[in-house]
């Protein structure tokens, strides 16, 4: 069946670099994607990844895909305060209507 | 700027009274919407997905009768969540895709907190 796994909680320093890790179970998946939640609002759209793809880059975002192991990280280079939040990763599937399978979300601290 | 606007975004009522949710997309047109349900600390939680010009689709253990979803038009879906009581509260969000493709990720609005006394 279709799970998503995440690590509940991380804790960096600002100004270091942050890695959030997610596994999958089903490999037919066509893009994953990785949603940042602040308190209180709704999901924000960060970045996402072809599955056929191994490396995106987005200004501090690298996201990595290892398809074999089906592993998605989400690095965010230099760590700001407003970084701070709840990450989602998800996955979509082809035909159907896009639906998305969710992590169970990261919280990411960033302290002084 | 936000691409999906959802009103309102806080209501409290009482137990007993029928609550509409707006979902919209603002500069595309969205076949499919789908609606979240999301409780404090969890992940969001498929409700059902909202077809333009036709009967949702919910997701398995969500009653149909209780919440109602309509999207009569490319731009525009709404959940009823009728004659609502206090397990009903949570935090409810809807999102929309550029169309029916795969490839096409799902931009989201910003939820829409219900308290029920």
């Known amino acids: 069946g279709e799970d998503v796994e995440q690590s509940l909680f991380l804790s960096v320093r600002e100004g270091d670099s942050s890695v959030i890790n997610c596994t999958y179970t089903?490999?037919?998946?066509?893009?994953l994607y990785w949603y940042k939640q602040e308190p209180g609002a709704g999901l924000q759209l960060l970045t996402y990844i072809f599955s056929n793809m191994d490396m995106k880059q987005d200004q501090r975002l690298t996201v990595l895909l290892n398809k074999k192991d089906k592993h998605l990280s989400l690095r965010i280079a230099d760590t700001q305060t407003g970084d701070s939040a709840i990450y989602f990763c998800a996955e979509s599937f082809s035909g159907g209507y896009n639906k998305l399978i969710f992590g169970a979300g990261t919280r990411l601290a960033v302290h002084p | 700027g936000a691409v999906v606007s959802q009103h309102p975004s806080w209501v409290i009522c009482k137990s007993g009274t029928s609550v509409k949710i707006e979902c919209r997309s603002l500069?595309?047109?969205?076949?499919?919407m789908f609606w979240y349900r999301q409780f404090p600390k969890q992940s969001l939680m498929l409700m059902a997905t909202?077809?333009?010009?036709?009967?949702?689709?919910?997701e398995q253990g969500v009653e149909k009768d209780k919440f109602l979803i309509n999207h009569a038009s490319l731009t525009l879906s709404t959940l009823t969540v009728t004659s609502a009581h206090p397990e009903d509260s949570s935090f409810y969000i809807c999102?929309?895709?550029?169309?029916?493709?795969?490839?096409?990720?799902?931009?989201f609005g910003d939820g829409t907190r219900l308290s029920i006394l």
């Open positions: 909202s077809n333009e010009g036709s009967k949702a689709t919910y």
């Open positions: 500069d595309f047109q969205a076949t499919t």
């Open positions: 999102s929309a895709s550029r169309g029916d493709l795969s490839n096409q990720p799902q931009h």
């Open positions: 089903d490999s037919s998946s066509t893009y």
